[in-house]
């Protein structure tokens, strides 16, 4: 979620680095072998909002919106703004989290996620058997924060689940890279690949926060009658919004599945990078799950009135930004999830949906434990421990992080009994996706 400095909003944060290969000198957003369909030059007008840029990626956007024949995919711009290899948001190093960056996340409230979550591993290890080799591989991991927090808590007793681990780093940006090797340094069980091409089969946990929501999305428009697609031009080198005719296979077959009896000008965003993502981990997956934190919805609630305008967001400096196309590449542009789709596209790969819950209740079972063994938290605990009730409550308060976001868990030759501690007060739980 991306907090603002002054008051907390719905939308998100954190690093997530997706893989990206390059065609030439055209950056390709792989987010799992995703490749992007070049724009149609059949363009209708329907909602025209000019913007004004100094990036230094608009050249770029307005030769590639030229060479289209006057218009992208939405899609498309995302994938340049967010990960082109040099000028990209995330590619060049300019993503940063906490009060000095552009949001705050889970991660930078403070180490007890970090710890929460090696809990959650912890119990995965257990429930695969307790194997000899148990790894976690990590994908959107910023500055290697939260991997820190997780390595401190796992190997801290130096047992058999600590001689067991490996840590991997699906990270393809090289000044990223560097960044979590510093912080990491300490812990020799982490190793890095650039992409999940690159993985190999594995036993254990691929664990991810806020990654889904900044795959580059497809933005429809409902006009009364279809679903069109909303493309990007630029019309005096000022980027704008217009519809077009949904022309793509795959966006059309998305289209098809939408409903129709929303209001005229209701905007989805459609996420083609789920499936793919979710294909290739299946594939190198021999036993274990996928844990993913995001905000978003599922449901009805995906469609409800407040919702008209879609979810698409930029955040720049702790501000909020409705429209996403100014300052490409100088600020994060994410969409919210949507989780009913994630689940249906996870089972049709093979896995197992082993839990849904708000982050509040998903944190309270993974918590219990732990504040259990707190006894008279008036009276004794440490400062660090009352450093870490105080993180706890932010990333429980229902209106901040606790409500917002979702966690959602994927099996594969996973045990569904005894369920996760993490998913014990799951709300809504899985029927509701």
């Not at 030059?41 to 770029?60: C, G, H, R």
Request: proline letters at 6%; charged letters at 20%; one cysteine or more.
């Amino acid at each position: 979620m991306k907090l603002e400095m002054q008051k907390s909003e719905p939308p998100e944060i954190s690093s997530k680095n997706q893989e990206l290969r390059k065609k030439g000198n055209s950056p390709i957003c792989d987010l799992a072998h995703l490749s992007v369909s070049p724009a149609s030059p059949q363009v209708s007008a329907f909602k025209f909002q000019a913007s004004s840029s100094s990036s230094p990626l608009l050249p770029i956007l307005l030769k590639e919106i030229d060479e289209a024949g006057g218009a992208i995919p939405f899609r498309r711009f995302m994938e340049l703004a967010l990960y082109h290899p040099e000028l990209g948001y995330y590619a060049s190093g300019r993503a940063r989290i906490g009060k000095e960056g552009d949001f705050f996340t889970s991660v930078s409230v403070g180490r007890i996620y970090g710890r929460l979550l090696a809990s959650i591993c912890r119990e995965a290890w257990e429930l695969l058997g307790a194997p000899s080799e148990f790894t976690i591989i990590e994908q959107g991991a910023n500055d290697g924060t939260m991997a820190s927090d997780i390595l401190e808590t796992l190997t801290e007793s130096n047992d058999a689940c600590a001689a067991a681990l490996r840590y991997l780093i699906v990270e393809p940006f090289s000044l990223n890279r560097e960044r979590q090797q510093q912080k990491l340094a300490a812990f020799p069980q982490v190793s890095w690949i650039g992409s999940l091409e690159e993985l190999s089969c594995f036993s254990g946990i691929h664990l991810s926060n806020e990654l889904l929501d900044a795959f580059p999305v497809d933005s429809l428009r409902w006009n009364g009658d279809s679903w069109e697609e909303e493309v990007v031009v630029a019309p005096d080198d000022q980027l704008c919004w217009k519809t077009r005719s949904v022309s793509d296979p795959d966006l059309a077959m998305a289209a098809a599945l939408l409903p129709t009896n929303l209001a005229t000008g209701f905007r989805v965003e459609v996420n083609p990078g789920m499936r793919p993502w979710l294909h290739s981990l299946h594939r190198k997956m021999d036993r274990g799950l996928i844990l993913t934190v995001d905000y978003g919805q599922s449901g009805e609630d995906r469609y409800a009135p407040h919702r008209a305008d879609g979810t698409l967001l930029a955040y720049q400096a702790h501000q909020r930004f409705d429209d996403p196309l100014p300052e490409p590449g100088l600020r994060d542009i994410t969409a919210q999830i949507d989780f009913t789709t994630l689940a249906r596209q996870a089972r049709e790969e093979g896995f197992e949906i082993l839990g849904y819950s708000d982050q509040h209740h998903f944190l309270v079972g993974a918590a219990e434990p732990w504040l259990r063994s707190l006894g008279d938290l008036l009276g004794g605990s440490s400062p660090q421990m009352q450093k870490d009730l105080r993180a706890l409550q932010t990333l429980l308060h229902p209106s901040t992080m606790g409500r917002q976001f979702k966690a959602i868990a994927f099996g594969k030759n996973f045990p569904v009994s005894p369920q996760l501690s993490c998913f014990k007060f799951q709300r809504p739980g899985v029927e509701g996706v």
